[in-house]
């Protein structure tokens, strides 16, 4: 790991968003990661260096969330910076000069409203390297076989904070591996377990975001 | 025939919920003050802002006891069966009858939060959410106090409350249980998948009687096994 990739992981995990943020207090008037970023790239840095210390950042503090060492808010303002300092990759994402690991399609399931721990997910597997479709709450199977469709080798992750909404899931996961076997499927949200996901056909049970990133980065990459 | 004996409305103000920023933080899942920058301010200011957004109101329904009985994992009121569960029917068994209850703050701060969180400030937006969680339990509480008053008047005590989508009992028996209220009820409607709107309400019973009591430690016969309450109790917080 270099310097830069360091910094920006630091910064990335104690949520620095720019130098105008006064938190954390022990970083007062320091560049966040956004000024980090583009100092870095201005300066000849790798944006896969950038990109590195995003994912390092990310996978520290989805580790501490894991352990119940930091919590929603932490994840959160550690999400932001790393949005602060990806905004700086997107024309090199898009010029292929840095590559994702791959797509990751997210959404609740039918029934569903619920969407702060679909969003905590997204964000700290974006912070991995993978491209998130946020499909949003409420979506039906159709929905996510023609965003599948359109990303033929994503993997999906599906949520549910309901029981009611549990038989959703079981219809949407049934659909998805009828119609694209080969992809794999991540469940979460509050009443899952892991028996569930063995009964409807998952591919990966986790409680927490970490752990859908980590089965991604081993798994599904 | 109504099957209701004793029916009570009640409404109060964000400002007489015994809510303060530490019970916010610890919903949130920071122990004493380790709360870092600038969670503190956000709750801080959150306080501040939330009684314009907040109105509670609930209704409490003592079921004839005539009607009620309590069998090995449901609950019956006539003809209408609650499939609660072993657990909640064993906590609920001595009771003489049972209470059926709503509670809500109302819209306000679920949409303040809702746009934060989709926009450019999640982090004050999960602090609203969480605040607004809080003064829903908060609010279900303060109106089962006053409810005490009315069991006083028979000699009777309270179990735990509990809800449908907690304990084992499925929350499509919300169905059953809106079917005791009218329409709606303190302005609460079911979804499809019986998601309450407002989101920050609450639906349940408590069971009433000479020889029940309420059990202090609720984790134990809860099924969440990812709440964060049971995670922090188990850390030792």
């Not at chain 2, 001595?94 to 982090?123: M, N, Q, Y």
């Amino acid at each position: 790991m270099s310097e830069t990739t360091d910094r920006i992981a630091l910064l990335v995990k104690r949520g620095k968003i720019n130098k105008a943020s006064p938190f954390p207090p022990d970083l007062k008037e320091q560049d966040g990661a956004d000024e980090q970023t583009k100092a870095a790239l201005d300066s000849g840095a790798k944006p896969s260096e950038i990109l590195d210390g995003c994912m390092k950042g990310m996978q520290e503090i989805g580790t501490l969330f894991s352990q119940n060492k930091v919590f929603v808010p932490d994840l959160l303002m550690s999400a932001k910076a790393m949005s602060a300092a990806m905004a700086h990759l997107k024309p090199h994402f898009q010029s292929g000069e840095v590559k994702r690991k791959g797509t990751f399609i997210i959404g609740t399931v039918t029934g569903d409203l619920h969407d702060i721990g679909k969003n905590l997910v997204s964000m700290v597997v974006e912070g991995c390297g993978w491209e998130i479709v946020d499909l949003g709450v409420d979506v039906g199977a159709d929905t996510f076989l023609e965003a599948i469709e359109q990303h033929p080798d994503c993997a999906v992750g599906l949520s549910a904070l309901l029981t009611t909404t549990m038989p959703a899931m079981s219809q949407t996961v049934a659909a998805i591996k009828e119609k694209s076997p080969q992809t794999r499927v991540l469940i979460g949200g509050a009443p899952i377990t892991r028996e569930f996901a063995d009964k409807i056909g998952a591919d990966c049970y986790s409680p927490d975001p970490q752990g859908a990133a980590n089965y991604l980065s081993t798994a599904a990459a | 025939m109504s099957t209701i004996s004793f029916s009570q409305e009640f409404s109060a103000s964000f400002e007489e919920l015994p809510l303060g920023p530490d019970r916010i933080l610890a919903a949130m899942g920071y122990p004493d003050s380790a709360a870092p920058a600038p969670v503190p301010e956000l709750v801080q200011e959150a306080l501040c802002a939330a009684p314009k957004h907040c109105t509670c109101r609930g209704i409490f329904q003592v079921l004839q006891s005539s009607n009620v009985s309590v069998g090995k994992d449901f609950i019956r009121n006539g003809d209408l069966r609650f499939s609660t569960g072993k657990m909640i029917a064993a906590q609920i068994k001595k009771s003489e009858t049972i209470c059926v209850f709503l509670t809500t703050i109302g819209p306000g701060l679920e949409t303040i939060s809702r746009a934060l969180l989709h926009g450019d400030d999640p982090v004050k937006g999960y602090v609203i959410d969480t605040l607004a969680s809080e003064a829903t339990e908060a609010a279900v509480d303060l109106f089962a106090g006053h409810m005490l008053e009315y069991c006083a008047e028979n000699n009777w005590k309270m179990t735990n409350r509990f809800s449908p989508g907690y304990c084992g009992w499925s929350v499509a028996e919300q169905k059953n249980l809106f079917s005791l209220f009218p329409e709606n009820t303190c302005g609460i409607t079911l979804s499809e998948s019986c998601l309450m709107h407002p989101i920050k309400s609450v639906s349940g019973i408590i069971g009433l009687g000479k020889n029940v009591k309420k059990q202090p430690y609720p984790c134990e016969f809860c099924t969440m096994n990812n709440c964060i309450k049971r995670k922090l109790k188990e850390k030792g917080q």
